[in-house]
C-alpha cells in the first residue's frame, strides 16, 4: 500500500481500538452480565467470557507491504472470536467458509488472510448475533447495553468509511436481514445511509450479501448466477440489488 494509505489506516485503526477500550471502561459489568447469560441459556455448551468487547488484533499484522482488496463486515463477535488467543473476527466455520470460497473463485484474486480486512457491525460479544436482543433487555449501572449496542454501530459504521476511504476497494456487507427497519443493525444502516449520501463514488464499491454461515453466500450466489456470467459479475449484481433492498 501506498504511504498515504498506511497513515490513514493507521490513523483509523487507532480510532477503532480506542472505540473498543471506551465501551469496555463505560460498561464494567457487562463481562458478568455476559456470563450470567450464557451459564443460564439452555444448552450445554457453556463457556468462558473472555473479552466482552472485541477489538480485531488481526489489523495489527497488516503492514505497509500488504495490499488490502476487500474490506468485509460481519456482524459481532462469537465465542471463538471472544476468546483471548484468538481476538479476531470471523475465526469460526463462518470465516472457514469464506476462505474456501476465495479459494474456490481465484478469478478474484483474493487472499482471504492477507488481502481482506474484516469489521463488524458492532464489536460486543454475544453467543449468536440474534441474542444480542436479549442482552439489549439486561441493565447494568449507568449506560444500558441497549444503549451500547447502538451507539457502536454508529461508530462500526463510522469506521467502516474511514478504512474504505483509504483503501478505496470493494466493501461486502454479510448478513442484512437485521440491518432492515427494527432489525438488530437498523443503526448500523441507517447511518451507513447518512456516511455515504455524499460518497457516491465510494458508495458504488459498496455491496451487501447473505451472511457466509451455513453456505447462505455461496448457496444464494449459486442460485442467483446466470449462463455465460462470471463470478465478479455476479456478485456486483447480486450485492448491489440487495444495496438497494437494504439502503436504497
Known sequence: MTKDEWDKYIKVREQFR???????????????IQQHFINSRNEKNHY???TPVVYNTALDDLTINDEVKLILVADNPGQREQKSENRRYLVGPSGKIANKFFQNNPALKIDFYKNVIILNKTPIHSPRTIELRQLCLLETNGKTIAQAIEESQKKMASLLVGFHEAFNC????????????????????????LLYANKSELYKQLYIFR???????TIDLKQQSLPGETVLKTLARIGTAYKQRILG
Open 211 to 217: 451472511h457466509f454461515s451455513m453456505n447462505q453466500f
Open 18 to 32: 480506542k472505540i473498543t477500550e471506551e465501551l469496555i471502561s463505560s460498561l464494567p459489568k457487562l463481562k458478568n
Open 48 to 50: 468462558k467470557v473472555e
Open 170 to 193: 470493494p466493501v461486502w456487507i454479510t448478513g442484512y436481514s437485521e440491518m432492515r427497519k427494527n432489525g438488530l443493525f437498523e443503526s448500523y444502516t441507517e447511518s451507513l445511509k
